[in-house]
């Protein structure tokens, strides 16, 4: 039986779904002109939580202060705290000491990974789905700078057609991770990863339940 809850507390707004015994937690993180009702984050959650996991959708500060409009760049690290605390406030709600992974759709998933950068200890793996590489048309303006700083494992989920990042430029970019990474590609999709009819859901979770779980716990073990 999976329980739903919205859980608002010290600046922190989320939608858990979580069974009695999670495998694992997984937090995720809305793009930058959507919230945590978000089509895709819904998708994923749905495939997560039916393999066990327990999911909160987050709404990221900015979001919370106004309904639409996209972030501030100036405002992005008060994004990423809200990531922090939500993640501590999560793991208080649970009280479960299964594998934590953090992530999102671009904008959510790029603070995530950002955040994590900045304090390994944050999570034991990271989920990016249409991370955004660069601006679309400027890969001169690469986000990339961080990446050498991710040690926890991280799952990337790319649509194939998504103007924010070529699977070459992807491909080229793996290495550069400071831990293990993982690149799942979908095919016929954007950067929305067109949840509705590419089956993003199921393979995703099916990657994190085999790949990312298990390499999750062999990072939160040896920290």
């Avoid at 608002?8 to 937690?25: I, K, R, Y």
């Avoid at 995720?28 to 749905?46: C, I």
């Avoid at 790029?110 to 890969?139: C, F, I, N």
């Avoid at 992807?170 to 095919?187: C, K, M, S, W, Y």
């Amino acid at each position: 039986m999976t329980n739903a809850t919205t859980v608002t507390a010290d600046a922190v707004v989320a939608d858990l779904e979580s069974p009695d015994d999670p495998v694992g937690l997984v937090v995720l993180a809305h793009g930058a002109g959507s919230d945590r009702q978000s089509v895709l984050l819904r998708v994923l959650s749905e495939s997560l939580t039916a393999r066990g996991f327990a999911v909160a959708r987050i709404d990221l500060p900015y979001r919370q202060q106004r309904p639409k409009g996209p972030p501030s760049p100036s405002k992005a690290a008060a994004d990423r705290d809200g990531i922090r605390a939500a993640l501590a406030v999560l793991r208080s709600t649970l009280g479960t000491g299964c594998p934590v992974i953090v992530g999102g759709q671009s904008y959510g998933g790029r603070q995530a990974s950002m955040a994590v950068a900045e304090d390994s200890t944050l999570a034991d793996g990271l989920l990016l789905t249409s991370y955004p590489l660069h601006p679309p048309g400027k890969p001169e303006k690469a986000r990339t700078e961080h990446l050498p700083q991710i040690a926890p494992p991280t799952l990337i989920v790319h649509g194939r057609s998504d103007a924010f990042g070529t699977s070459d430029e992807f491909t080229a970019v793996l290495p550069t991770f400071g831990g293990q990474v993982r690149l799942i590609e979908i095919e016929k999709a954007d950067h929305s990863l067109r949840p509705d009819r590419s089956g993003v859901g199921p393979t995703t979770a099916d990657a994190v339940e085999a790949w990312l779980v298990p390499a999750a716990r062999e990072f939160g073990a040896g920290r």
